[in-house]
Every structure is written in structure tokens, then in C-alpha cells.
């Protein structure tokens, strides 16, 4: 009986003049749900933002939200992830993932619900906590999104999965749900679909790469190892600090000199880690890598070079055998987020006759940043597209274009997003894409 009436209620907010909102009329009904319901989840998903792997209020706020609006809710999936089910008739399944979890920033960004939040971080420390990557975004609009699509049900038929993913921030959270068998528990999606607000794009603005928008990425540590001595007599060691360096500067010769031109990746030295006092040649130093590619095989042939060239460089130095240095790639390899072309094409040609050729804006390929959505969709193969919404007004760009202050990157203390032009246009492409491929025959 509740289901029923919240069904109805949402239903009534969803009736135009023409009755039960159609693909033209789409817009106007998720701008009145935003008003009314998806603002105020926004502001309370801003305020309240939670590390990853320790999202439980994120998620119990969302499986509420979508178990009311009558979809089957199973929690706990992966640690801190939820799977969503509505069965509506014979059709495909089409999965619609949006990630949770906020970062360890200090909000600096100056809005009104800035978060206020601390917690434990994973290892023992207080820290602010921050929705820096606009996750808030993705979680309302898949909000906005199960709440039209139940409305409008007696459009489309098949079964609607959607997926509240714990941890993209911090690696392991796709790769959990995966090893938490949800395929094997829920079904195997025919198609999924996920998106990602974009501070670097005007708000509202769709974006679709029919190649990879993101990244495959790699965390690679190196251990150079030396033979301690005073810093006075050099002579009589080996300075890990020395070769470590050397390391950090051969390192680019891959990408300079090794990597076909055409081909793209990025090794990037985050952190350098040695010594402790001024005239003291240490023992060890440590280096930590991000490495970023696009294709199998240029990520094998990054880390093979990484590997030599730190090996070779300690060799060159004079390091023997026994304290060459070691070389650890993490299991928790991101792979690229490779969209099927096939499946981009049929989603910028429904998105364009859909909401206009304005709609959408050309891809920008600027960098090398990586998503773990590719864990759901790589191995078993399944279509589907990972596009982008604009999340940043055109008054800021033109102020910046001006002389005025830059807009934030996501992840910066400053990183804010106007909510109401994303969350709208990242449900109605969202719905959108899901009525074109379980329309009813």
C-alpha cells in the first residue's frame, strides 16, 4: 500500500497538460522532481559526505530512496554497495551505476551546505571529508532517475538494475561488487550506462566519447635500496636519494622515446620518500607512480620499461645485485573504460533528437584520468557508454577567460558543481538512453 501510493504521488508530480510526460516532455517533468525532491537530496548528500569503504549512511540514504519508489533493494554488496531491481515485462537488462563515496579535502568552496564533515580516515587520522569529485551528483541523479523511469512504466519494458558503487575513489570498490558475484546473484546486464559530472565542461552539457574516456590506470611503487654513510663521505655508500632521482628523470624517457607517438600514456612520480636527517645518506628510498594507458599493450610495455630502467639506473650507479631495486605494480589495476562505439553512436543520435544538437558537446581529450567502471563491463564483455555532464556554469568560464578566478579541478578544496542543470541533464540522458533500448515492441 505504500509503494502504491508513493507510485502515485510521484506519477501525479510527473502529469503534464498532455498527460503522462513523453520524450519531448521529459524535461519538464524532471525539473518539477528536481524541485520538489532531488534539490533538497542533493543539499543532504553535499553536507554529508563519507569515505570510501565507509560509506553506510550514503548507502542506507539511497536504498531508502529507491526501495520507496519500489525497486528491489539488496544491501551490502561488495562491503557498502547496493543492487537495485525493477522487473517490468520481458526486454533486456540495462544497468545504470553511480559511485558514493566523497575524499579527504577540506571543503574550501565557499556554498552554503559546504561540508563540515571529519572522520576516521584508514589509517587512525581525523580528516575532513569532502564530496570533491561531484559523486553527490551521481547518486541524485540515479535518484531522479529510478523515480521517472517507475513513473513512466507503461513505456518501456525489461528489467532496470541500478548499482550505488562503493570506493571508485579509493580502487577496490567495482572490482568488490564483481568478486561479491553480482552478476551471478542479480543477472548479467545486456547493456549498462554510467556518467560523470564534469567541472571542465558548461553545466548541463552532454558529453559522449565513442572511443575510451577514461584511462586504464596502475599503482606502481619502487623501493631503491642504498648503502648508508655519513653525509660527509659520500664515497663510502650508495645514495638511494641520488639514484632515486636519476630513476624520476629516466622515467620519462619511456614516454619521450620508447612510446609510439600516437600511442598515449602517462608515468607520473606522486611521491618521493626518503631520510631523515641532513647529513646522513639513507638506507632506502621510496617512490610511488601512477601509470596510465589506454590498451593492453602499452600498459605491459610501460611496465616493463619502468622495471628496467629502474634496475639499469641502480646497475649504472654501482648497486650490487642484492640491493637492486624492487619494483611492485598493486593488484588493484584499474583497466581502461572503453565505450562500445556502436552503442556511444545510438546514444548521441537518440540524445540529439531527444534534448537538441546543442545537447551535446565534442569530446576533450586533455588527460589521462581513470574510472573502475571498466571492472563491470570488461570481462564479461558488455556494451555500454560512459559519457559526461557539464557541471559548470559559462559565466564562470567567461570570468575566467577574463582574468578571473580558475575553475576548480575535481578534487581541489575549491571543486564545487552547480547542482541543478547536472542532476537534470544527467537524468533525462539517463532515461533517454534507457526508453531507446527498452522501448516495448
Known amino acids: 500500500m505504500k509503494k502504491n501510493m508513493i507510485t502515485a504521488l510521484l506519477i501525479g508530480s510527473l502529469i ?12 519538464a517533468a524532471i525539473d518539477k522532481d528536481y524541485q520538489q525532491h532531488l534539490a533538497p537530496l542533493w543539499d543532504h548528500f553535499h553536507r554529508n559526505p563519507e569515505l570510501s569503504l565507509m560509506e553506510h549512511k550514503t548507502a542506507a540514504r539511497l536504498a531508502q530512496e529507491l526501495s520507496a519508489t519500489g525497486f528491489k533493494v539488496s544491501t551490502g554488496i561488495g562491503g557498502t554497495g547496493i543492487v537495485a531491481i525493477l522487473k517490468n515485462g520481458p526486454g533486456p537488462m540495462v544497468m545504470v551505476r553511480a559511485d558514493m563515496d566523497g575524499l579527504p579535502v577540506e ?11 571529519k572522520m576516521t580516515d584508514w589509517n587512525g587520522e581525523q580528516v575532513s571529508v569532502m564530496h570533491a569529485c561531484g559523486h553527490d551528483v551521481h547518486i541524485t541523479s540515479l535518484v531522479g532517475t529510478a523515480r521517472h523511469m517507475v513513473a513512466i512504466k507503461d513505456q518501456w519494458s525489461g528489467t532496470l538494475m541500478l548499482i550505488g558503487q562503493p570506493a571508485e575513489e579509493r580502487g577496490p570498490g567495482a572490482s568488490a561488487m564483481m568478486a561479491d558475484n553480482i552478476w551471478q546473484r542479480f543477472g548479467q546486464p545486456d547493456y549498462a550506462f554510467a556518467f ?12 559522449v566519447d565513442e572511443g575510451s574516456p577514461y584511462a586504464g590506470a596502475d599503482t606502481v611503487d619502487i623501493i631503491v635500496h ?106 588493484e589495476a584499474y583497466p581502461p573504460t572503453f565505450n562500445d562505439k556502436k552503442l556511444a553512436q545510438r546514444l548521441k543520435t537518440v540524445l540529439t533528437n531527444k534534448m537538441g544538437a546543442d545537447a551535446l558537446l565534442a569530446p576533450a581529450e586533455s588527460g589521462m584520468g581513470a574510472e573502475d567502471f571498466g571492472f563491470f563491463t570488461t570481462s564479461p ?34 571543486f564545487k558543481i552547480t547542482p541543478e542543470p547536472a542532476v537534470k541533464a544527467g537524468v533525462e540522458a539517463t532515461v533517454h538512453a534507457l526508453l531507446d533500448l527498452m522501448a516495448k515492441k
Not at 16 to 27: D, F, K, L, N
Open 226 to 331: 642504498g648503502i648508508g654513510a655519513h653525509g660527509a663521505y659520500p664515497h663510502q655508500g650508495k645514495d638511494p636519494i641520488m639514484i632515486g632521482a636519476q630513476i624520476v628523470t629516466n622515467l620519462q624517457t619511456i614516454i619521450s622515446r620508447e612510446l609510439a607517438p600516437r600511442d598515449a600514456g602517462v608515468i607520473t612520480v606522486g611521491a618521493f620518500h626518503s631520510g631523515t636527517k641532513h647529513n646522513i645518506i639513507s638506507e632506502q628510498a621510496h617512490l610511488q607512480l601512477t601509470v596510465r594507458s589506454l590498451n593492453p599493450e602499452v600498459r605491459e610495455q610501460l611496465l616493463s620499461a619502468i622495471k628496467r630502467v629502474a634496475i639499469g639506473t641502480a646497475k649504472t650507479a654501482g648497486v650490487p645485485d642484492d640491493k637492486l631495486p624492487e619494483v611492485i605494480v598493486s593488484d
Open 16 to 27: 503534464t497538460v498532455g498527460g503522462i510526460a513523453q520524450a519531448s516532455e521529459h524535461s
Open 381 to 414: 564483455y558488455i556494451p555500454s557508454v560512459y559519457f559526461n555532464v557539464g557541471g559548470t556554469p559559462q559565466a564562470d568560464f567567461d570570468k575566467e577567460a577574463a582574468g578571473g578566478p580558475a575553475v576548480a579541478s575535481h578534487h581541489s578544496p575549491q
Open 196 to 207: 560523470h559530472v564534469d567541472a571542465d565542461s558548461v553545466a548541463g552539457k552532454i558529453t
Open 107 to 117: 571543503e574550501l568552496s565557499g556554498l552554503a551546505n559546504a561540508s563540515k564533515i
